[in-house]
């Protein structure tokens, strides 16, 4: 067990502010398929190759994801070896990585409504912690327990698509899924109480119909709201019985796509670049600057991205939000282009991959597949680099800048 504490006041510890993400889901798609993506993109395979081309974009900081169901495949046996070649690559190239324990996917013998699934995740984050400091002794460890749980609720608990495959059980499913993560958190905090924490909740923005009724905004505004509903029970706003603790909210990240705003009723997205000036749309920024109003937290954005040609505007569009947020005060530390290499649908394999990444893939007859850099998105990304550090101050990114600002980062979680 480590014996250092954590320090009162929180501190950027991440090494670049531009991140990649790897998708390293595990899950059961709709169909009852075990995915693997850490394999099927060709990840593990070309780790030294993809970590080698981030250099040149300044990122040195990336998400990866231990991926549960193969780590664990008989109860409370862990096998590391994978993880281990994942380590001694970042090692190699002086890449820092962020570790996801449960990217959707868990062992086959668990759903979130196990009643065992929060004692063997514990389980799972205490053994992780022993086996990365047996590894890196010293090195900061900066863990997301659980991947996007709002979305994952929806996902196996209201629309059959992955475990547990229910239909209008996304609270229970939810519940469940917090239940673990504190418990987690509290199980890694016991092992080691210098680990961060950093949450993966959606940003999203939900409303009500034009002309809208006076019950059909109310309503909206409740599912806008409730977005939140997995980070108040981390910090024991919400389900206070689950054991959750403003101690235990650390670093925000959001996941934000071209396609989370929406209307409620009739589930028409909104068009991400408002072309149509709808009146109902809000800015990334804006959406962030709620999102630390009410948590007073650091934020990052751990998730964001576009598929196919409009790559590099979106790209700009989040740049220019950042800026925008940076320049109101939200202590925004980075933004990961996730997925930074390519991946295909979790349910329809065979389809065309999304287009999504830094780096698109061919697929090759033997062998993983090649990478192909973007270069469209490769040129929006430097200038978007440019503008983001204009923004602010460089040296407002590094731990030590950070530690001595201290004052809106320490500030408590308001009652």
């Not at 396609?259 to 408002?274: I, M, S, V, Y």
């Not at 007859?365 to 550090?389: I, T, W």
Request: contains cysteine; negative net charge.
């Amino acid at each position: 067990m480590v014996s250092a504490t954590r320090p009162a006041t929180p501190t950027n510890p991440f090494r670049s502010f531009w991140m990649g993400g790897y998708e390293c889901t595990d899950q059961l798609n709709c169909f009852g398929h075990r995915v693997d993506f850490l394999h099927l993109t060709g990840h593990y395979q070309l780790l030294d190759d993809d970590y080698r081309g981030l250099g040149q974009y300044n990122i040195r900081t990336v998400r990866e994801g231990i991926r549960w169901s193969q780590v664990e495949r008989t109860p409370y046996h862990y096998d590391w070896s994978v993880v281990a070649d994942l380590l001694a690559a970042g090692t190699r190239h002086g890449v820092q990585q962020v570790w996801d324990i449960c990217h959707f996917g868990y062992p086959d013998d668990l759903t979130p409504l196990h009643p065992q699934f929060a004692r063997r995740f514990a389980s799972l984050c205490r053994a992780f912690v022993d086996f990365y400091r047996s590894v890196r002794p010293d090195d900061e460890l900066i863990v997301t327990p659980i991947n996007e749980v709002s979305f994952m609720s929806w996902l196996g608990g209201d629309v059959r698509g992955t475990s547990p495959y229910c239909v209008g059980q996304g609270w229970e499913v939810k519940y469940g899924l917090m239940r673990a993560y504190i418990e987690g958190v509290a199980a890694l905090r016991e092992a080691d109480p210098t680990v961060r924490i950093l949450t993966t909740e959606p940003l999203v923005n939900i409303v009500p119909p034009f002309r809208g009724t006076k019950l059909q905004k109310a309503q909206a505004r409740r599912a806008h709201r409730d977005q939140y509903q997995a980070v108040d029970m981390l910090c024991g706003r919400m389900c206070p019985e689950l054991g959750g603790s403003p101690e235990y909210l650390d670093l925000l990240g959001f996941n934000y796509y071209y396609d989370n705003q929406w209307d409620l009723h009739t589930g028409q997205r909104l068009g991400w670049a408002n072309e149509t000036n709808d009146p109902r749309w809000r800015p990334l920024s804006a959406l962030l600057q709620e999102a630390y109003a009410r948590y007073q937290r650091p934020v990052v954005i751990t998730e964001t991205s576009h598929p196919q040609e409009h790559r590099p505007n979106w790209i700009e569009s989040v740049a220019r939000e950042c800026a925008l947020a940076l320049r109101a005060g939200v202590p925004l530390w980075g933004v990961c282009l996730y997925p930074i290499i390519d991946r295909p649908d979790w349910d329809f394999l065979e389809r065309p991959w999304h287009r999504a990444g830094l780096w698109d893939v061919e697929l090759q007859p033997e062998g993983p597949p090649k990478r192909v850099l973007h270069q469209p998105y490769a040129e929006a990304l430097l200038a978007a680099q440019q503008q983001v550090a204009a923004a602010v101050p460089a040296p407002i990114f590094t731990r030590k800048t950070a530690k001595l600002r201290g004052t809106v980062d320490e500030a408590p979680i308001p009652a």
